[in-house]
């Protein structure tokens, strides 16, 4: 009998003593590991010329086919053996109740994202996404808010321990308007935006958190005044909230990417200790808005004497609490059980 005769009969006769499938890893190692019967035999390989690795290669190749074989019927054999054994030995009673996994719930910012974007995708505006990311150049200069600007102090910035560029440090975005300035240099007018992201400022309370959401939209056309703007946040947050009766006034304000800039209200009403939109004489700041100011445009290389614009920009977090009742921003963040099932949603099966 040849040397690989031998390993053959040896190997298959390890396999068939073999009762447990511990066992059969253990030989499984002995045969083909780091420094298995076949292994071993195999380093025989180097010392021989071509005409004799071939055909030796041959012959080992069809001993290894034949000992994988029995190593996975064997293999097998013993899976049922061990499975008849526990069903036979195990009880389960089909009566008791299963367990009910728990999918988890929608999250209210999540769901009031998901409204927002079917509103404004129904007025022609295209969602349009930026990085967390930015430079100084897009989130301050872009948006006319040169060096040793005082708009700059009305954000406490993040700054990243990145390398400057030729754009200025890194930093996390102190809102979603720098999204305006990658939009319009991509697009050419007429043109309709809106984004939904994270933005990050150092400031936390009951009513603000060092990270939020903001939503804001930019329209770029021409012939497009405040009327028209005023109509279109009246009309979306008529939608949002869903509440017909709904008053909206602007105040003159100040933000440095519009000119003229106005903050947005919506009348108010206390019942049972919660704020009722649209019920009362009181008003509460929701927005800001304004016409596009022309430094602005010319960053994004369009023509301010062609074409105007109108953006506005409203919290997503501020109107998510102000539909669901949720009181306290810092909960969004958290990972309370009990805050997801009061203010969490079902997730709906199609």
């Not at 290669?57 to 293999?75: F, H, T, Y």
């Not at 909206?248 to 049972?272: C, H, M, Q, W």
Request: hydrophobic share 35%; charged share 25%; net charge neutral.
């Amino acid at each position: 009998m040849s040397e690989l005769d031998k390993l053959l009969a040896s190997c298959l006769s390890e396999i068939a003593d073999c009762d447990n499938l511990k066992k059969i890893d253990d030989v499984k190692n002995a045969i083909f590991g780091k420094n298995g019967k076949i292994t071993n035999i195999m380093k025989k390989l180097r010392d021989l010329d071509d005409n004799e690795k071939r055909k030796f290669g041959a012959e080992i190749n069809s001993i290894k086919d034949k000992i994988w074989e029995q190593l996975s019927s064997k293999s097998y054999k013993l899976e049922i053996k061990e499975l008849d054994k526990k069903l036979s030995s195990e009880f389960a009673d089909v009566s008791m109740p299963i367990y009910s996994p728990s999918f988890g719930k929608i999250h209210p910012l999540t769901k009031v994202s998901e409204e927002i974007y079917g509103i404004l995708s129904s007025y022609g505006f295209t969602f349009a996404e930026g990085e967390d990311i930015e430079s100084e150049y897009y989130n301050f200069t872009a948006l006319n808010m040169p060096d040793h600007h005082p708009a700059r102090t009305m954000h406490d910035t993040f700054y990243v321990n990145m390398p400057a560029d030729d754009k200025g440090r890194k930093l996390l975005r102190t809102h979603t308007s720098p999204v305006q300035i990658h939009a319009m240099l991509a697009n050419s007018p007429p043109c309709r935006f809106f984004s939904i992201g994270r933005v990050y400022r150092s400031d936390s309370d009951s009513t603000h958190t060092p990270m939020f959401n903001q939503i804001e939209g930019i329209i770029v056309e021409k012939n497009v005044g405040f009327s028209h703007l005023k109509w279109l946040i009246t009309d979306f947050l008529k939608k949002l909230f869903e509440v017909k009766d709904l008053s909206v006034r602007l105040r003159p304000s100040f933000f440095p990417f519009t000119e003229p800039s106005a903050e947005v209200d919506v009348n108010y009403g206390i019942k049972n200790g919660k704020i009722v939109l649209g019920s009362g004489s009181k008003w509460l700041e929701i927005c800001g808005c304004g016409a596009v100011h022309p430094n602005v445009l010319k960053y994004g290389n369009i023509d301010p004497t062609k074409y105007q614009g109108l953006a506005f920009g409203f919290g997503l977090d501020r109107l998510t609490s102000l539909k669901y009742g949720v009181p306290d921003l810092r909960e969004y963040f958290e990972s309370d059980d009990r805050w997801r099932n009061a203010f969490g949603f079902p997730h709906v099966i199609v």
